[in-house]
């Protein structure tokens, strides 16, 4: 089992920039490919990132690339989330989550395990 904790929400103008994390706790986090996704009021949860097990690989929607990128330190059990270029449409609750699958998904329910969300909000 894993457990996930985001931080490094928060405020912020639209133009700015935020560094989401999300430390795991367990040893087999290697085991693991994590995903970042959003949600905000009234919408359903979105696809924002996803980072292979070792972090070769990565993927975004077309809303986000360019902006956002995504990267894992295996050593630390931490995957991070760099949002550059906000909007306020990028205000949402932002969670992280693990993946024991191999397979490329997006889809919020093929991932196990969920951290609690931390708050983006950017202002106009």
């Known amino acids: 089992q894993v457990q996930l904790v985001e931080s490094g929400g928060g405020l912020v103008q639209a133009g700015g920039s935020l560094r989401l994390s999300c430390a795991a706790s367990?040893?087999?986090?290697?085991?693991?490919?994590m995903g970042w996704f959003r949600q905000a009021p009234g919408k359903e949860r979105e696809f924002v990132a996803r980072?292979?097990?070792?972090?070769?690989?990565?993927y975004y929607p077309d809303s986000v690339k360019g902006r956002f990128t995504i990267s894992r330190d295996n050593a630390k059990n931490t995957v991070y989330l760099q949002m550059n270029s906000l909007k306020p449409e990028d205000t949402a609750v932002y969670y992280c989550?693990?993946?024991?699958?191999?397979?490329?998904?997006?889809?919020?329910?093929?991932?196990?395990?969920w951290g609690q969300g931390t708050q983006v909000t950017v202002s106009s």
């Open positions: 980072i292979s097990r070792v972090g070769g690989n990565t």
């Open positions: 367990g040893r087999s986090f290697s085991s693991y490919a």
């Open positions: 989550a693990a993946d024991r699958s191999i397979v490329v998904v997006t889809a919020a329910d093929k991932y196990d395990y």
